[in-house]
């Protein structure tokens, strides 16, 4: 299998500051990776697929970078409803996810 | 606005089987490019592919849950289930259903595009 891991485990950030968030693929997936977002009580939401390319719906603020084995989700500015957990999954070789970085405020 | 929503017991006795459906609204289960998938969260774990199923009843499972899970598919009634047999205390977590994508560049679906928002299963005597 392949193992996706997230760093770091926790990140405080201040509002309106930028996050940084990585990913790590044990092996390379090319650009098959994505980003999803888990609000408390609500659905997971799709961020990011190939790496980079926003979901429909998703604001600018969000950006995906990277290929092979490793990847990061930027928020540029972030604002209230971004704290939250977020996890990459990558689909190269059937699907795996990493543990989640949890994004909360400084 | 399509939606997804799972329902099922949230109590299953260790040995037994666990069994939910997901209800798709909004939508046909029917799309061409579309399967349907399970996901779930282990405690201390990140999210964990248990399997999915196109409308035709094309299936593919994670190998590490490939010897007691079942997924179905019913498009009379837009919904899909799931069947997890032998349930152990490690089975109790957060069960979600969602949308998984296929593209046309490959032959398996990719990524999750829409979810619902889960549910807890416990297994307990």
């Known amino acids: 299998d392949i193992v996706m891991a997230q760093s770091p485990a926790t990140l405080s950030v201040s509002l309106g500051e930028r996050a940084t968030l990585s990913c790590r693929a044990s092996q390379s997936v090319s650009n098959n990776l994505a980003w999803y977002q888990e609000r408390p009580g609500q659905a997971p939401r799709l961020l990011i697929y190939g790496a980079s390319t926003r979901a429909t719906g998703i604001p600018a603020r969000f950006s995906g970078s990277g290929s092979g084995t490793e990847f990061t989700l930027t928020i540029s500015s972030l604002q209230s409803e971004d704290f939250a957990v977020y996890y990459c999954q990558q689909y190269a070789t059937w699907y795996t996810f990493g543990q989640g970085t949890k994004l909360e405020i400084k | 606005q399509l939606q997804l929503q799972e329902s099922g017991p949230g109590l299953v006795k260790p040995s037994e089987t666990l069994s939910l459906t997901c209800t798709v609204s909004?939508?046909?289960?029917?799309?061409?490019?579309?399967?349907w998938g399970w996901i779930r969260q282990p405690p201390g774990m990140g999210l964990e592919w248990i399997g999915s199923i196109y409308y035709t009843g094309t299936t593919y499972y994670n190998e590490s849950l490939r010897s007691r899970v079942t997924l179905s598919v019913d498009t009379s009634t837009n919904q899909f289930s799931l069947k997890l047999r032998s349930v152990t205390a490690a089975d109790t977590t957060i069960y979600y259903c969602a949308r998984h994508r296929l593209t046309s560049t490959r032959r398996r679906p990719v990524y999750f595009d829409l979810w619902g928002r889960g549910t807890l299963v416990t297994v307990s005597s």
């Open positions: 909004g939508d046909s289960i029917n799309g061409s490019f579309t399967y």
